[in-house]
Every structure is written in structure tokens, then in C-alpha cells.
């Protein structure tokens, strides 16, 4: 009950998609809107629902239509993934999903001793809550330990309990985008890419006049594009 009642969430918005892209309004408030009105309405309750990866690149497609963005080979992954990752409706669930536990686990002891009993007992395949979360969190190549430490290498971990907002941030954002750069390098033409740094991607747009920040940003995410476009 609670999938059908998720996903038919997600139907109910593709309506604003092509209302969005119609609005007279600039790109950065249509994306704002995503990510502080669809969104949250779309993905209510997903602490609880495994969403398969078709529904998330259905949304990430959307966006790429409300933003007037989806033109002929331009990659959803890489326009709203990697380079606007607070829209991407996975990074949006991720960080929800984290959140969630990381306030629970804060909030009560009780919610403490549950997660060592699932860790405890855990049997092959995953479910309700606490799968979600060691789903999501193992799909981008971290691991989460009955004292909720999230460990990001064989050394080095992250205390849910004690850290801070934004270091947590930053490292699920680097595992994050690395797992995306490792589904986009099956693409033809990205076979190189062997990690993603925002920051060093796009350090000299900020010399750019914003029309040519935009032709930068469809030459990354894989548009066709003709000799006319280049001129």
C-alpha cells in the first residue's frame, strides 16, 4: 500500500513538469520549485519504500523538461545528478533518508537498540526502514555499523551521532557522485570519466557570461549538438 501510494505521487506530479517549462520564469526558480515543492511531495514517506531506479530517472527526466533542458543525447544523470545534485530526486531521498535516521537514532535510545537487532539479525535481504537506509547508503559504496558509524574507508568513519551537517554532506556527496560517474561511464562518449568534482568542473564558469555557462553545461551533459550551436 504504501509503494502504490508513493508512486502514484510521483504520476500525480509529471503534470507540473510541462506547466514549469511553460512558466515565463528563470531556470533557477523553476529548479528551486522541484526541489521545494515537487519533490517533497513526490518522495513523502520514502523513508519506508524501496523506489527503483526507473521511477528516480523518470523524475530526473521530468526535471530535465521543466528546466527546457532535455534536448537529443543529453543525459539526465549528468545535468541533474552531478551538476545540479540539490535537484536530483536520488540525492534528495538519500540525504532524507540519512536525515531521518540520523534524528531518531538521536532522539532515542530505544531506536538505538532496534538497529543492533536488525544488524544482528539480518538475513540476506533487506527491508522496511532500516533496509532502505543500508540499501541507499551501500548503493554509493558506504557502510553503516550497529553503533551508527558510517564508514567511508577501511579507517575512516563518520559518527551519526556527534557529526556535523555539513561534513556529512560533503562525504555522501563525494561517494554519491562517484557511484553516478560509475553508472555514467557506460554511456558512449563518458567512458572516461573516472570520478566527478563539482567545484573543479565548473571553477571558471564564473567568467562566463550566463548564455555561455549554458553552452558549456550541454556540451557536459552529452547533447547533440550541430556546427550552428558552436558559432
Same mark, same amino acid.
Given at each position: 500500500?504504501?509503494?502504490?501510494?508513493?508512486? &502514484?505521487?510521483?504520476?500525480?506530479?509529471?503534470?507540473?513538469?510541462?506547466?514549469?517549462?511553460?512558466?515565463?520564469?528563470?531556470?533557477?526558480?523553476?529548479?528551486?520549485?522541484?526541489? $521545494?515543492?515537487?519533490?517533497?511531495?513526490?518522495?513523502?514517506?520514502?523513508?519506508? =519504500?524501496?523506489?527503483? *531506479?526507473?521511477?528516480?530517472?523518470?523524475?530526473?527526466?521530468?526535471?530535465?523538461?521543466?528546466?527546457?533542458?532535455?534536448?537529443?543525447?543529453?543525459?539526465?544523470?549528468?545535468?541533474?545528478?552531478?551538476?545540479?545534485?540539490?535537484?536530483?530526486?536520488?540525492?534528495?531521498?538519500?540525504?532524507?533518508?540519512? $536525515?531521518?535516521?540520523?534524528? $531518531?537514532?538521536?532522539?532515542?535510545? =530505544?531506536?538505538? &537498540?532496534?538497529?543492533?537487532?536488525?544488524?544482528?539479525?539480518?538475513?540476506?535481504?533487506? *527491508?522496511?526502514?532500516?533496509?532502505?537506509?543500508?540499501?541507499? @547508503?551501500?548503493? @554509493?559504496?558506504?557502510?553503516?555499523?550497529?553503533?551508527?558509524?558510517?564508514?567511508?574507508?577501511?579507517?575512516?568513519?563518520?559518527?551519526?551521532?556527534?557529526?556535523? *551537517? @555539513?561534513?556529512?554532506?560533503?562525504?555522501?556527496?563525494?561517494?554519491?557522485?562517484?557511484?553516478?560517474?560509475?553508472?555514467?561511464?557506460?554511456?558512449?562518449?563518458?567512458?572516461?570519466?573516472?570520478?566527478?568534482?563539482?567545484?573543479?568542473?565548473?571553477?571558471? &564558469?564564473?567568467?562566463?557570461?550566463?548564455?555561455? =555557462?549554458?553552452?558549456?553545461?550541454?556540451?557536459?551533459?552529452?547533447?547533440?549538438?550541430?556546427?550552428?550551436?558552436?558559432?
Amino acid at each position: 500500500m504504501l509503494f502504490r501510494s508513493l508512486t &502514484d505521487r510521483i504520476t500525480g506530479i509529471k503534470q507540473y513538469y510541462t506547466k514549469l517549462r511553460s512558466a515565463k520564469l528563470p531556470t533557477q526558480v523553476k529548479l528551486l520549485n522541484i526541489r $521545494q515543492v515537487l519533490w517533497p511531495r513526490a518522495l513523502h514517506r520514502c523513508e519506508s =519504500v524501496v523506489l527503483g *531506479n526507473t521511477h528516480l530517472n523518470n523524475m530526473r527526466s521530468g526535471a530535465m523538461l521543466a528546466a527546457n533542458w532535455r534536448r537529443g543525447g543529453a543525459s539526465p544523470t549528468v545535468r541533474i545528478g552531478l551538476l545540479n545534485t540539490p535537484t536530483d530526486p536520488a540525492w534528495y531521498q538519500l540525504w532524507k533518508v540519512v $536525515q531521518t535516521f540520523r534524528r $531518531q537514532f538521536h532522539c532515542s535510545p =530505544v531506536v538505538a &537498540d532496534f538497529w543492533k537487532l536488525y544488524l544482528e539479525n539480518l538475513r540476506g535481504s533487506t *527491508n522496511g526502514p532500516f533496509g532502505k537506509l543500508l540499501d541507499l @547508503v551501500h548503493s @554509493v559504496g558506504l557502510q553503516l555499523d550497529e553503533e551508527g558509524c558510517l564508514w567511508f574507508s577501511h579507517r575512516g568513519c563518520l559518527d551519526l551521532t556527534t557529526c556535523s *551537517n @555539513v561534513i556529512l554532506e560533503k562525504i555522501l556527496l563525494h561517494f554519491f557522485h562517484r557511484a553516478l560517474a560509475d553508472q555514467v561511464q557506460n554511456r558512449s562518449g563518458f567512458q572516461d570519466l573516472e570520478g566527478f568534482d563539482y567545484d573543479l568542473t565548473t571553477c571558471c &564558469d564564473k567568467f562566463f557570461q550566463p548564455h555561455q =555557462v549554458e553552452q558549456l553545461m550541454v556540451v557536459r551533459d552529452g547533447s547533440f549538438f550541430t556546427n550552428q550551436f558552436c558559432s
